[in-house]
């Protein structure tokens, strides 16, 4: 049983890669094939994106693929992305843990699907600097719509607050930024992630999920800067702590983490 949850994330994963390569592109109408033609999600099929020519089945399986044609294209011999085995991977390896976690099936793929929409946009985030409303937005519902169906153990009522509570503390904190510096810190992007996971994590885990993401995103920026590796303006997207702060908090159990976090604060 356990294997079929990793040969799913494996698929699933093989797809989000797709996305993450993709969708940015479809959003800021870079998707124009040398033909002229406009690639989608589902078509062409997978080609090298600097040759374009097409990927034989077997070298379409996950992990697989990336080992056989190691890591190169066969015909023009440019690098394949680390992207594609990671994301299939780490999709993998989270499907694994959500199959063994939660209980009962609608349960478990529900998470499944939480985390592969939260490893989709980290990985989206971390490359372009942009959330796509088109990932958070079906998160969002599919919190509040998980909840009216039992499957995240918070309520519908804590789900909705969740989410209003998400979006509305960030939204607070960067426009307090832009008053106080004139400098834009945060996108929409970020509240509506927050949001999102709001819906699926209930209010009482935002305020450590936050304090988490942010320490980690400071940590993570510290280290860029101080090898040098910053991209340029000094951004460093929010986005891909608050997904993996999010995750952790889920993968600590429905309540782990803000017992731990209210009892620490003495409430
Ligand atoms: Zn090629």
Redesign the pocket.
Same mark, same amino acid.
């Given at each position: 049983m356990m294997g079929l949850w990793v040969l799913g994330g494996l698929i699933v994963g093989s797809f989000l890669s797709v996305v993450v390569h993709r969708l940015p592109k479809m959003l800021t109408q870079e998707n124009t094939l040398r033909n002229g033609q406009q690639a989608n999600l589902w078509w062409p099929g997978s080609h090298?994106p600097?040759?374009?020519?097409p990927l034989r089945w077997w070298d379409n399986l996950p992990l697989l693929g990336f080992a056989l044609q190691r890591g190169q294209? &066969? &015909?023009?011999?440019?690098a394949i992305a680390w992207r594609y085995p990671l994301l299939e991977l780490s999709t993998a390896l989270a499907w694994l843990f959500c199959g063994w976690q939660a209980v009962g099936l609608p349960n478990a793929l529900a998470w499944a699907l939480f985390s592969s929409a939260l490893l989709a946009l980290a990985w989206i985030d971390w490359e372009t600097l942009y959330l796509p409303a088109e990932l958070t937005q079906p998160l969002l519902w599919g919190g509040l719509i998980a909840a009216e169906f039992h499957l995240t153990g918070i309520a519908l009522s804590d789900a909705l607050w969740g989410a209003v509570l998400g979006y509305g503390v960030l939204w607070v904190v960067a426009t307090g930024f832009v008053l106080l510096t004139g400098k834009e810190g945060m996108g929409a992007g970020d509240f509506k992630l927050l949001a999102a996971l709001g819906a699926w994590l209930g209010p009482l885990n935002l305020l450590p999920l936050l304090l988490l993401a942010s320490l980690a995103g400071a940590g993570v920026g510290l280290c860029l800067r101080a090898r040098s590796q910053l991209r340029e303006g000094g951004y460093v997207p929010f986005g891909p702590f608050l997904a993996v702060a999010g995750w952790l908090i889920h993968a600590l159990g429905p309540t782990g983490m803000q017992r731990f976090f209210w009892r620490f604060l003495g409430a």
């Amino acid at each position: 049983m356990m294997g079929l949850w990793v040969l799913g994330g494996l698929i699933v994963g093989s797809f989000l890669s797709v996305v993450v390569h993709r969708l940015p592109k479809m959003l800021t109408q870079e998707n124009t094939l040398r033909n002229g033609q406009q690639a989608n999600l589902w078509w062409p099929g997978s080609h090298c994106p600097l040759c374009e020519s097409p990927l034989r089945w077997w070298d379409n399986l996950p992990l697989l693929g990336f080992a056989l044609q190691r890591g190169q294209c &066969r &015909r023009c011999g440019g690098a394949i992305a680390w992207r594609y085995p990671l994301l299939e991977l780490s999709t993998a390896l989270a499907w694994l843990f959500c199959g063994w976690q939660a209980v009962g099936l609608p349960n478990a793929l529900a998470w499944a699907l939480f985390s592969s929409a939260l490893l989709a946009l980290a990985w989206i985030d971390w490359e372009t600097l942009y959330l796509p409303a088109e990932l958070t937005q079906p998160l969002l519902w599919g919190g509040l719509i998980a909840a009216e169906f039992h499957l995240t153990g918070i309520a519908l009522s804590d789900a909705l607050w969740g989410a209003v509570l998400g979006y509305g503390v960030l939204w607070v904190v960067a426009t307090g930024f832009v008053l106080l510096t004139g400098k834009e810190g945060m996108g929409a992007g970020d509240f509506k992630l927050l949001a999102a996971l709001g819906a699926w994590l209930g209010p009482l885990n935002l305020l450590p999920l936050l304090l988490l993401a942010s320490l980690a995103g400071a940590g993570v920026g510290l280290c860029l800067r101080a090898r040098s590796q910053l991209r340029e303006g000094g951004y460093v997207p929010f986005g891909p702590f608050l997904a993996v702060a999010g995750w952790l908090i889920h993968a600590l159990g429905p309540t782990g983490m803000q017992r731990f976090f209210w009892r620490f604060l003495g409430a």
